[in-house]
């Protein structure tokens, strides 16, 4: 075993201790939900105890496989080459990029926090090569573009500018579809 | 399958607004099969928004016309590029790519789109058939049947997909975890929400879909794969074919059909058994047996005939019985369900004039692809000349705006990222991700279904063996099951007497 195959060994032994501890959480949820509803026969808690039961048997089986050296393939994917080595930099940038999107959409508005997550995928995706002077303006005619191709062509709001009413909430007026 | 209603049907699709979303849908999925990184399933989820405001009639022409064009573009890609993005164009890009190779590549992309119409017609046209005729059978289905059906295409999709068959139901299991996230659907007791108000409205479809197609799949790229340009195969000429290539190909896309369209129908998980059966079956039956792997124009045909009516095959389950036996059919069903149409036997009765106007638009569909995409394939290549991460970014920022616009959440974005995260790591060890898709929308209608039956039986358990049909279904089950080793044995014996013929 070469060092890189021991590393993902352990990784997918995490991985798959983790399926196992979701497992245990949902049969300790469903014993939390209450026994018998309305014309309910087997109760609110069969269902979830059963799927909860397969899953830590199924995980608790493959702990004991990938223990014994059965480890996953990793999957291929379409117009890339997947190595064994785990690059961790791009993937932390990508992953910031999508939360500061997720956390900042409503504060910052959509065309800045789309601007940035499209900046940090780019740069994640292509590291060393890409010039911010190329990217950031492209990343932003794409923002700009979807936002008003989404408020104006097809009715669906996105918050557009600092919002810095941190403490109002917002109102959103639903419309028909 | 009532004539009078399919003519209204057909009436109906040819109105502007539906013969253009057939159109914009057959462009869309062309170029989602070409491109990488974006297909069908995605495609259409990530339109979910887009599309709430369209007559569903509409929006679901849409989808379907995805749905076909996505397999047309899928043939491009593997036989100009050798990268078969989906297990559906494996096959095809053996053959294919070597045609390329040798300068035929305009040969080759026209016996997989004229082989892809061919099959797609005829599997469109069983369809017509079958579908109504399977909806009444389903009206007859018993809760215990239902949940029978459910229970296989869970099974089968995990075990026949993929590698391992203990990662795929593993996926499969903790799909349906994802879907029980919520509120008890009897008692309205919250059901692992962990007291979150937003985590007990449940977690919506095209959030799961998009976070583990588009999210999961970008940052998988960042963390261990490098994007790579592929050499695009010269294309000389148009794609047309000789009369002797006609003459070579004609009776594969008829045989591809053959094998495609039942196992669509069947929840066989897909189209690598059906493509696989075309390929080893065409090259049995080959004059020019020494061609194979050299580019034989019947490897192409055979194959992406499969494939065109694999899709067609999978359409009938999901429109009569509501049951998906693939992830795309599944982000179908979602969609459905997001115009609050119930797929099932149900439809034929409620909504004849959708179902109709559908199947209609299917065909149209299928012919406006074969026009687009003959003469059209230069152009087509051209997009390949997107560069990828930019290509991504803008994925993820269109993937990004599907999550936000459903509630305005910022809920809703932290979970795509957490389950895009998940579908890394999912990826990572080798785990199948159709079965976690299948299971988190067919999970919660799997449950309502096993309520039904218990309430019927007042919780006697046997009721699930109940009928013929249940005991027909288990059978199956096992079978699917135990599959991988079946096909094990059979794998060798069906190379090992090709190899002895050709002796």
Do not use: H
């Not at chain 1, 993937?91 to 508005?109: D, E, Q």
């Not at chain 2, 999709?157 to 593993?170: E, F, H, M, Q």
């Amino acid at each position: 075993m070469t060092r890189s195959t021991k590393r993902s060994a352990k990784g997918e032994l995490v991985f798959t201790s983790f399926l196992f501890v979701v497992g245990v959480v949902v049969l300790w949820d469903a014993s939390q939900l209450p026994q018998l509803g309305i014309a309910d026969f087997v109760g609110s808690s069969t269902f979830p105890s059963i799927v909860g039961w397969v899953l830590v048997a199924l995980a608790g089986i493959q702990l004991f496989s990938v223990a014994r050296g059965n480890l996953g393939q990793p999957e291929e994917v379409e117009g890339a080459r997947i190595e064994t080595k785990v690059y961790w930099k791009p993937f932390l940038l990508m992953l910031s990029g999508l939360l500061i999107f997720a956390l900042g959409v409503p504060f910052i508005g959509f065309p800045i926090a789309a601007t940035i997550l499209f900046t940090m995928v780019v740069y994640a995706l292509k590291p060393g090569k890409t010039k911010l002077l190329v990217v950031v303006p492209i990343a932003a005619a794409t923002a700009l573009v979807t936002y008003f191709g989404f408020t104006l062509g097809l009715q669906i709001d996105l918050p557009l500018w600092l919002d810095l009413n941190f403490g109002t909430t917002e109102v959103i007026v639903e419309e028909d579809w | 399958m009532d004539l009078s209603l399919f003519l209204e049907g057909f009436a109906n699709s040819l109105t502007l607004t539906n013969l253009g979303f057939g159109l914009l849908g057959a462009i869309l999925g062309t170029m989602v099969g070409i491109l990488p990184g974006i297909g069908p399933a995605l495609a259409i989820a990530l339109l979910f928004p887009v599309t709430y405001g369209l007559e569903p009639q509409s929006a679901l022409i849409m989808f379907c016309a995805i749905y076909y064009g996505a397999m047309f573009g899928g043939s491009t890609t593997s036989i100009l590029l050798n990268t078969p993005g989906e297990s559906g164009s494996v096959m095809t890009a053996i053959e294919g790519n070597r045609m390329a190779k040798t300068g035929k590549a305009g040969a080759a992309l026209a016996t997989a789109a004229i082989g892809s119409f061919v099959a797609g017609s005829i599997g469109t046209g069983i369809l017509a058939f079958a579908a109504p005729a399977i909806a009444d059978l389903g009206l007859r289905m018993t809760p215990p049947d239902f949940f029978a059906l459910m229970i296989l295409a869970f099974v089968t999709v995990s075990s026949l997909l993929g590698k391992s068959i203990s990662r795929g139901l593993l996926s499969l299991t903790l799909g349906v975890v994802i879907g029980m996230v919520g509120t008890d659907p009897n008692s309205g007791a919250p059901r692992l929400s962990f007291d979150l108000p937003e985590a007990m409205e449940g977690f919506q479809t095209v959030i799961v879909i998009v976070s583990l197609f588009a999210v999961a799949e970008a940052l998988y790229i960042a963390l261990s794969g490098r994007l790579e340009a592929g050499k695009v195969n010269k294309l000389i000429g148009s794609a047309r074919m000789t009369k002797a290539e006609w003459g070579r190909s004609w009776k594969p896309w008829l045989r591809g059909t053959a094998v495609g369209f039942p196992l669509g129908v069947l929840p066989a998980g897909g189209s690598e058994i059906p493509t696989f059966l075309s390929y080893t079956w065409e090259k049995r039956l080959s004059k020019n047996k020494g061609e194979f792997g050299k580019g034989a124009i019947e490897g192409v045909a055979g194959p992406e005939a499969a494939n065109n009516a694999n899709a067609s095959g999978a359409l009938v389950p999901l429109l009569a019985l509501g049951i998906p036996t693939s992830g795309t059919a599944a982000v179908m069903l979602a969609a459905f369900d997001q115009f609050r149409i119930n797929a099932g036997p149900m439809l034929f009765v409620d909504e004849p004039l959708l179902v109709w106007t559908l199947v209609a638009s299917l065909f149209i569909a299928n012919f406006l692809l074969l026009i687009i995409n003959l003469p059209l394939i230069k152009m087509w290549i051209q997009i390949l000349r997107v560069p990828g991460p930019y290509l991504f970014a803008g994925i993820l920022v269109f993937a990004m705006i599907g999550a936000y616009s459903i509630k305005y959440s910022t809920f809703d974005l932290l979970v795509a990222i957490g389950i895009g995260v998940l579908g890394v790591a999912l990826r990572r060890f080798g785990y199948p991700i159709t079965p976690l898709i299948i299971g988190a929308i067919l999970g919660p209608m799997a449950e309502i279904q096993f309520r039904r039956s218990m309430q019927l039986s007042q919780g006697d358990t046997s009721i699930l063996l109940s009928t013929p049909f249940t005991w027909a279904t288990y059978t199956l089950m096992i079978i699917a099951l135990a599959w991988p080793w079946i096909w094990k044995f059979l794998k060798p014996l069906i190379v090992v007497k090709e190899k002895t013929r050709r002796k």
